[in-house]
């Protein structure tokens, strides 16, 4: 239910946030002086842990209402190994 530009994706280190905020208003005014405002507000928020995830590599995309994003993980890491020599 929110629009393209009512979300923000963020990254802070290793936690991915994704904010999504919506805000309408509607009024109605009749000539005895009669108002009527009717607001409503949603908002939504959720954080990720994305330390396994190649941070460089997270894309965004946002279709028929439907937000998708491609998280590829990270290369393996294989420490270097080496050999040590009995003195």
């Given at each position: 239910?929110?629009?393209?530009e009512e979300i923000a994706i963020g990254l802070e280190g290793?936690?991915?946030?994704?904010?999504?905020?919506?805000?309408?208003?509607?009024?109605?005014?009749?000539?005895?002086?009669?108002?009527?405002?009717?607001?409503?507000?949603?908002?939504?928020?959720?954080?990720?842990?994305v330390s396994e995830i190649d941070t460089d590599k997270i894309?965004?995309?946002?279709?028929?209402?439907?937000?998708?994003?491609?998280?590829?993980?990270?290369?393996?890491?294989?420490?270097?190994?080496?050999?040590?020599?009995?003195?």
């Amino acid at each position: 239910g929110f629009n393209k530009e009512e979300i923000a994706i963020g990254l802070e280190g290793d936690i991915l946030t994704i904010k999504a905020e919506h805000k309408t208003e509607e009024k109605e005014e009749k000539a005895d002086s009669f108002v009527r405002i009717e607001r409503s507000h949603s908002s939504y928020e959720r954080r990720f842990d994305v330390s396994e995830i190649d941070t460089d590599k997270i894309d965004a995309k946002y279709e028929n209402g439907i937000l998708s994003l491609n998280m590829p993980c990270r290369e393996p890491v294989t420490p270097p190994s080496r050999q040590i020599t009995v003195g």
